[in-house]
């Protein structure tokens, strides 16, 4: 493991890149295309698949009439919902609750748009739209030069966005470009970010003297478009690659040569490229005339000489130079330390432990005659007060879940949500009856549904529905021999509970004018209760002598006529909850 923090570390992730000769074939497919292509030929692109035993590969180009002119006017972007009001909104999956829109360069989307009849024909030869599966057995590599490069990433977003999810047979595809130039907005990063692999699939390479990947960013006081993925910097000295975007904003802003600035050619690239592959990565640590310096602020140093920015001894004195390297170093310093954290796993442990802490706390209860839920909304024992701090760290850390889901695009927010659904359920069947416990604690409290459930619990049952939908069936006798250790399926059910024990007052309750509604309310819970046991979907915790649904019972049987018949009233007269509790019922 590199000593260097992010940053430091492209350099051997640079090396392994060249080595292993995929920069290399990409040319060679690019310069391939561009040897058939029409030069005169305005706003064309054409498209080359190449199949071969190791890998697969798909190349893009644009003529040289239709790189130029749009992208040297200036960089206008096209949102998301401007495409789905021009009736082209197949990139609008990607957009979620918390980020509803973004921007993509219109040169490159018109371009795409233009070509999508080819492009809708190339997918249908490597995906299998019924399935979501690549229709390879070998690597896919989507690749292009400049705004043919653009239009990669484009098919590139296109193919990822309808791969199926949890497909684990094919590879997913690798964009690598050349000289391209940024895609998008902060819209369109934010978006990709969001999947959690996403940036890992594109490989956008940049030479020092190349000013299309940087003109968005030196072209405007304040560039709109945002880079994503890794970027391969390189120049004749060497090369480094780098994901982070700021740090890959600073280095477009930082690192073009003054010597050119004009569009390089894929012939220029393949020149760089097989350099880089017959001479070792740039190693100067003598020559630097400061040994003393810190580790970190000589390997930002030695990187930056890599891809083509020259300093030396007294240019480091020079300011321009001097903040750069500051900059970079007070950015890998913020990172380092966000860093020492606790990371995923420690806080999924932490989960771990506090759902453990409950089901002893629930088997403790039952252990004394009464329900966890009706032990933690009376107080009655001392344990109980220990259940809120257990309760307050599940609940942020699943609140936080699965407001970050939400926000996620559709389709890869779909997946995270069936990842963690079970555990999620889970949590919501033993929790959220501990917070139903507390609302009605309060005096006078009523609907819950209504006035006090938190959203996150109707989104984790929302999603748990639509999952299990297509299950739906009579129990099996698993879960029957299981009925005694499960939790209650539906986590309303105690306010239910609640509510029917609030009707049963105001039944008795002779001037009360809401009793016709209340007799009502009273009957559908009835059926809802016996829904519930013929599914075997409630604890039997419910039956204890103490709890509130046998509170419940006993006031309803005082103000029912004796004529009035029901199935529970017949489950309950006869005590088959004993059955019920051995799956016998």
């Known amino acids: 493991m590199s000593q260097f923090p992010q940053f430091i570390s492209g350099l051997d992730l640079a090396n392994l890149v060249v080595s292993a000769d995929l920069l290399q074939l990409s040319c060679g497919a690019i310069k391939d295309l561009h040897a058939e292509t029409n030069p005169n030929q305005q706003l064309s692109v054409r ?4 199949s071969q035993s190791n890998c697969t590969t798909i190349a ?4 040289p009439l239709c790189t130029k002119d749009p992208i040297l006017q200036g960089g206008d972007l096209v949102s998301s919902s401007a495409l789905k009001e021009q009736g ?41 739209s019924k399935t979501g599966e690549l229709l390879l057995n070998s690597q896919l590599i989507v690749t292009g030069h400049s ?3 653009s239009i990669a990433s484009l098919f590139t977003l296109w193919l990822l966005d309808n791969i199926k999810r949890t497909s684990n047979r094919n590879k997913l595809p690798l964009c690598i470009t050349f000289g391209s130039p940024l895609l ?8 990709i970010s969001e999947h959690s692999k996403w940036n890992s699939f594109f490989l956008h390479v940049a030479a020092n003297k190349d000013l299309f990947p940087r003109i968005f960013t030196t072209s405007q006081p304040s560039p709109r478009c945002k880079p994503f993925g890794t970027f391969f910097f390189c120049s004749e000295l060497g090369c480094n690659c780098v994901d982070d975007p700021e740090v890959v904003s600073m280095l477009l802003r930082s690192t073009i040569s003054q010597v050119s600035a004009e569009e390089m050619g894929i012939d220029d690239y393949s020149g760089i490229v097989k350099r880089l592959k017959s001479r070792l990565i740039l190693r100067e640590d003598s020559q630097l005339g400061q040994p ?17 920015v020259e300093i030396t001894a007294e240019q480091q004195q020079n300011n321009s130079i001097n903040d750069l390297i500051s900059e970079l170093e007070s950015h890998e310093n913020r990172m380092a330390q966000q860093m020492k954290g606790i990371d995923g796993i420690e806080k999924l442990n932490r ?44 609940t942020n850390y699943w609140r936080n879940l699965v407001e970050d889901a939400e926000r996620k695009p559709q389709k890869e927010g779909a997946y995270m949500r069936e990842t963690w659904l079970y ?23 009523r609907d819950y549904q209504t006035n006090g459930r938190s959203k996150h619990y109707i989104l984790l049952e929302q999603w748990q529905k639509e999952h299990t939908e297509k299950l739906a069936g009579a129990p099996n006798d698993k879960k029957k021999q299981n009925v005694a250790s499960s939790l209650t399926e539906d986590s309303c059910f105690w306010m239910n509970v609640e509510e029917a024990l609030i009707s049963c007052k105001q039944l008795k309750d002779e001037s009360n004018i809401e009793k016709q509604s209340a007799r009502e309310r009273l009957n559908m819970f009835e059926q809802y209760v016996m829904d519930q046991i013929n599914n075997y979907a409630v604890s039997p915790e419910i039956f204890l002598g103490k709890s509130s649904f046998m509170n419940w019972w006993k006031d309803f049987q005082e103000i029912i006529e004796t004529s009035h018949d029901s199935p529970l009233r017949g489950f309950m007269k006869n005590c088959r909850y004993r059955q019920y509790e051995k799956g016998q019922f």
Not at 184 to 191: E, K, M, N, T
Not at 382 to 391: A, E, L, Q, Y
């Open 292 to 308: 003393v310096l810190p580790s970190l602020r000589l390997g930002i140093i030695l990187q930056l000489k890599a891809i083509g």
């Open 351 to 394: 989960v771990k432990i506090k759902m453990a802490c409950l089901e002893w706390y629930k088997k403790d209860c039952k252990a004394k005659g009464i329900g966890y839920y009706d032990s933690y909304k009376n107080l009655y024992f001392s344990s109980d007060n220990d259940v809120t701090k257990h309760k307050k760290v599940l």
């Open 47 to 50: 498209h080359k698949l190449v």
């Open 88 to 128: 082209f909104p197949i990139f609008e999956s990607l957009c979620s609750k918390g980020n509803p829109s973004f921007s993509v360069h219109r040169a490159a989307i018109t371009l795409f748009k233009a070509y999508f009849q080819e492009l809708s024909l190339l997918r249908t030869q490597i995906h299998d």
């Open 423 to 445: 555990a999620g359920t889970n949590y919501r069947r033993m929790v959220e009856p501990l917070d139903i416990a507390e609302y009605y604690r309060q005096e006078g409290k």
């Open 184 to 191: 998008g907005d902060q819209g369109l990063q934010r978006a």
């Open 60 to 63: 893009f180009a644009t003529s």
């Open 147 to 149: 705004l043919g490069g």
